[in-house]
């Protein structure tokens, strides 16, 4: 009998309390009981308040030092536009700057050099997520004509994952009584909790370039919404 519970109790903990399931972690205690192993999932939701947006210019020109000379006028412009709106600047990093030749390929024929592409990009951290949009109106005014983002979170998401954990380790505990009490049994205690995995929210896909009429027919608005956080827990459990 006792052979078969523990046969039952260890196929019981292949089965996941989430979709996304964590492999137990090796646990060197002794276990005199029945082993007993959970993997568990918590979540808590925050509404975003930092939104974090890559913003660039890329100019051409047909020598290098003309389309890098454009590329530093416009992006002077976008710095500029980027610290009246109030932005410090340890929320605006340099993420790339670079220059590179444009040929022109016909059949039969060597490449031609036809020009020169510069580009500079900068990332900055916007603490106003619903003015964001505005911002970005005022860059591509200023010069800018790549934007990709945003990337909302969270400035400080410990917290959030903090309630994340405690809901994860509640929602493990209840799965080991639920299964402890269909064999007859008690959880007697927890020998091991292992956080597997934390979910922080992906950022979206760049947005592709747009010239600057297309992006000023209209007012780029940028809603916050509410993300989810997770956190996935692996438990052993002892039951008797």
């Known amino acids: 009998m006792k052979t078969f519970l523990a046969a039952f109790a260890m196929s019981a903990s292949a089965v996941p309390f989430v979709a996304h399931a964590q492999s137990a972690p090796t646990v060197a205690q002794s276990i005199a009981g029945t082993r007993l192993d959970v993997s568990a999932t918590g979540e808590s939701t925050r509404v975003p308040d930092i939104a974090i947006i890559s913003a660039g210019v890329v100019t051409r020109s047909v020598t290098a030092a003309a389309a890098m000379q454009e590329n530093a006028t416009r992006m002077e412009r976008v710095i500029a536009a980027l610290k009246k709106a109030g932005l410090a600047d340890r929320d605006i990093q340099t993420t790339s700057v670079s220059l590179s030749p444009e040929?022109?390929?016909?059949?039969?024929?060597?490449?031609?050099?036809?020009?020169?592409?510069?580009?500079?990009?900068?990332?900055?951290?916007?603490r106003d997520i619903r003015n964001s949009g505005r911002i970005l109106d005022v860059l591509v005014a200023q010069g800018a004509n790549q934007i990709n983002g945003p990337n909302l979170t969270l400035d400080k998401p410990e917290a959030a994952l903090d309630e994340a954990r405690a809901k994860a380790i509640a929602a493990g505990r209840a799965r080991a009584e639920l299964y402890a009490a269909s064999l007859g049994m008690r959880v007697t205690r927890v020998v091991s909790v292992?956080?597997?995995?934390?979910?922080?929210?992906?950022?979206?896909?760049?947005?592709?370039?747009?010239?600057d009429m297309a992006m000023a027919v209209s007012k780029t608005e940028i809603l916050p919404g509410e993300q989810k956080h997770q956190v996935s827990l692996a438990m052993v459990f002892e039951l008797r």
């Open 194 to 211: 292992s956080e597997s995995g934390s979910h922080y929210p992906s950022p979206p896909p760049p947005m592709a370039e747009r010239s």
């Open 103 to 126: 040929y022109r390929y016909e059949n039969n024929q060597a490449p031609q050099l036809v020009g020169y592409t510069a580009s500079n990009q900068v990332n900055f951290r916007f």
